[in-house]
């Protein structure tokens, strides 16, 4: 049988291999996420770069203004759907990264938690007499902060899951306004 100081120092060796292990996963995590937000960043930037320069190729070349009215309105409504995509594609990393970054921590925290609760269900078999309501107190404080871990968790989740639908609702209604900007502007030809 372990010794008390002997558990506890097992405990927090295996505590601090825990939360190295979560920080290495956490800041992969982040990487990833950088990695993709770079990716996309320089694929819009080389593609916007090529477009640009056709677009400006036909609009130099037009004869008249009418042309180059024409020519600036058919080329608007693909513009602003590129700027939506881009928007969509941003959030999906910014949402992907962190619902992985959650993900990770709570396995870790779940984790941990119940070897917290173990050890101490361990230690406190052999408390002295007396000491019941230590241990209660302590039970207590240990079950409330995991309850306030698990309300802080779900309360992110669900500003996550707002900012998702706001961001969507945001994008549907700049697409249908480009839609009928657009319209508009070829009715007008």
Known sequence: MFSVPEQISNATKANFEAQLALITVLTNKVFEGAE???????????????ETNAITK?????????EFFNLSTTHAQPSAEKILSYGRHLANIATSTQTEFVRAAESQI??????????????TKNAPTGSQNVVALVKTAIGNANASYDQLTKTTKQAVETLEANLNTAVNQMTQVTAKDTTRASIKK
């Open 36 to 50: 993709k937000f770079v990716e996309l960043n320089m694929t819009v930037a080389k593609t916007s770069f090529e």
């Open 110 to 123: 779940a984790e941990t938690s119940s070897k917290v609760l173990a050890l101490f269900e361990e230690v």
């Open 58 to 66: 036909e609009l130099m070349a037009a004869k008249n203004p009418q």
